[in-house]
């Protein structure tokens, strides 16, 4: 921000700045360590976007399309544990970054979403560009403000952060309109802490319970550890790997939590639910002690409540938001707190405690879930020469990447299950998808957004010729801002998920799941400034994935065209328990 000397001169004695709404918004930005906004401009924002202007610490990075603001934003946020930020105008400014803002509500990112909104005098009227922001996005932020007096921006930007990050992350909206932008206030610097009585999460989990919940562990015959984003978002997944090796449990994610524990660690059974393995899900239900951790127990997870209800266990569950337990699964105990100081704690009484597991007990258990796990329910047709296997494709780059840091984000549909089986995270926040909502679109954004807050690693994004298409237009952004990425398309030229639902629920009948008219995207990412490989045989997918490598400066789409008839498998169909799995084309 440009200061002029008398500025400076008052500052310096301690008197209040005159300063624009605009301007008092960039100073907060700044105070809080922002170092990126994503972001469209628009007649309601033009006075912030002027504040922009004249300064030099924050860059703005501008993108096609304000829900692909809100995805970087998102992708920043996932990546760097920071809080990710976002800038709209209003009226359709707002209402396209919808999608955005929902899908980092359903996967608890901290974000900060800036939008403009018409005059505090037109509010109401119908005036052009206006829409409700408040109500709108009211059901789909952890909170929201409109700002009606520039004096209160400072702290409302305060609180903003505040309750982005603390407690169970979330998006919060903070919407501001163009009078108060453009009017000046006594600017008396941004709060160094804020106190809301409303809100006051808990951080430090129950004592009783704890013990409780030791004492359970420490007795189980069949113990079993499941983690969710919760633990990423937590920053504990130092405390979860100290705690598995300490107690030698077997332990997995939900796709939203790989990475949380190494998955080339033998304690690791694979990712669990709609699409996990054989001895994930078969331990989940055969358990008689459940430790869940920063988990939901949702419906992608275990399947059918009432199927999952009919094996009887005890379950510990550690999560900060207390509307999270006991919501779909009756559990009896809940530890309520931050599941990092919950982890430390519990650790700390497993080593006073003296007491091991029983070890027979624990030896019978992992020779049973060995069993399970000797079915290898994640086999496909390796040798196939005549046509690429999209499983084979994110195995090669898992084995080529698996020593190097890299970090892989993934649309929605099959691909995303692919490269949650196939791609081995030993890494917490390298893989980044959307889970609870289930976004289509978000791989380019996602991508552009980690690869500025880590421009030293390489950035790859596994998607389809159907999702990649809803936010091609950020290859744009990407040659703008110089975010060389790797784009992994793999093109079976149908909606694969739809497509797979349609041939097992509706009887093959294929209704607008195939795509008739595909672009070349050869050409498509070379009119973008880009590099395009078509990869049509299985002996070229090596090469082409070593050579995109090699490209370190360039981003590069690769076209890989796999089996149309390829499925996900296992698989547990709506309304099934999650150990009635089909495991391949012989149990249709």
């Known amino acids: 921000m440009e200061i002029s000397k008398a500025e400076t001169a008052a500052v310096a004695a301690g008197q209040p700045q005159e300063l624009m709404g605009s301007e008092v918004l960039i100073k907060a930005l700044q105070a809080e360590g922002v170092k990126y906004v994503w972001g469209y401009p628009g007649g309601a924002v033009l006075y912030i976007y002027d504040a922009l202007y004249k300064q030099d610490t924050i860059q703005h990075v501008l993108v096609r399309h304000e829900q692909a603001a809100v995805h970087a934003a998102d992708g920043y946020a996932r990546a760097t544990g920071d809080v990710g930020v976002a800038l709209v105008t209003s009226g359709p400014g707002l209402t396209n970054a919808v999608t955005g803002i929902a899908t980092a509500y359903m996967d608890s990112i901290p974000m900060v979403i800036v939008s403009g909104q018409v005059p505090t005098a037109a509010i109401g009227l119908d005036a052009f560009q206006e829409c409700d922001t408040v109500g709108i996005t009211r059901p789909i932020v952890k ?144 358990c008689d002690v459940l430790l869940a951790v920063g988990a939901r127990f949702d419906d992608r997870v275990i399947g059918n409540p009432k199927h999952f209800a009919q094996n009887e266990r005890k379950i510990i569950h ?171 398309s793999l093109n079976n030229r149908y909606l694969g998920m739809v497509r797979q639902w349609q041939e097992i629920e509706y009887s093959g009948r294929y209704s607008h799941s195939y795509m008739d008219a595909l672009p070349n995207f050869v050409k498509l990412a070379e009119a973008y400034g880009h590099v395009g490989m078509l990869i049509e045989r299985p002996q070229d997918v090596e090469p082409a994935l070593r050579e995109a490598r090699k490209l370190k400066d360039r981003t590069v789409f690769m076209d890989f065209r796999t089996d149309p008839t390829e499925n996900v498998f296992p698989m547990v169909q709506a309304g099934k328990g999650i150990t009635e799995m089909l495991l391949g084309s012989e149990d249709l």
Not at 425 to 448: C, H, K, Q
Request: proline residues 5%.
């Open 143 to 286: 909170h929201n403000f409109l700002v009606k007096d520039p004096k209160d921006l400072a702290m409302t930007m305060k609180k903003a952060f505040h309750i982005a990050r603390s407690g169970r992350p979330g998006p919060v909206v903070v919407d501001i309109p163009k009078d108060v932008s453009f009017k000046k206030v006594a600017y008396h610097g941004y709060p160094d802490k804020v106190e809301m009585r409303s809100y006051n999460p808990v951080r430090k989990g129950h004592g009783g319970q704890i013990r409780k919940a030791l004492q359970l562990l420490l007795t189980a015959k069949r113990p079993y550890i499941y983690t969710g984003g919760g633990v990423l978002l937590g920053n504990a997944t130092n405390e979860l790997r100290t705690l598995v090796d300490m107690l030698g449990y077997p332990v997995t994610n939900t796709l939203m939590g790989l990475g949380a524990y190494p998955a080339s660690d033998r304690k690791f059974l694979g990712m669990l639910g709609m699409h996990g393995t054989i001895e994930a899900n078969n331990a989940m239900q055969n």
């Open 318 to 488: 550690i999560d900060i938001d207390p509307s999270s337990i006991s919501k779909r699964v009756k559990v009896d105990v809940p530890i309520v707190g931050d599941v990092k100081d919950v982890l430390t704690e519990l650790i700390s009484m497993v080593r006073e405690s003296g007491t091991k597991p029983d070890a027979g007990a624990l030896a019978d258990w992992w020779k049973t879930i060995e069993t399970w796990r000797s079915r290898d329910c994640l086999k496909y047709d390796r040798d196939n020469k005549d046509v690429i296997k999209p499983q084979y494709v994110v195995e090669t780059l898992w084995n080529m990447t698996k020593d190097v840091e890299a970090y892989v984000c993934s649309d929605v549909g099959q691909h995303q299950m692919w490269a949650a089986q196939y791609y081995r995270f030993d890494e917490p926040r390298r893989w980044i998808n959307s889970g609870g909502l289930g976004t289509m679109g978000v791989g380019i954004p996602y991508a552009m957004g980690i690869k500025l807050a880590k421009p030293e690693a390489e950035v790859f994004t596994i998607t389809g010729e159907g999702s990649v298409q809803m936010c091609i237009q950020e290859l744009s952004t990407c040659l703008q801002y110089n975010t060389p990425i790797k784009i992994c």
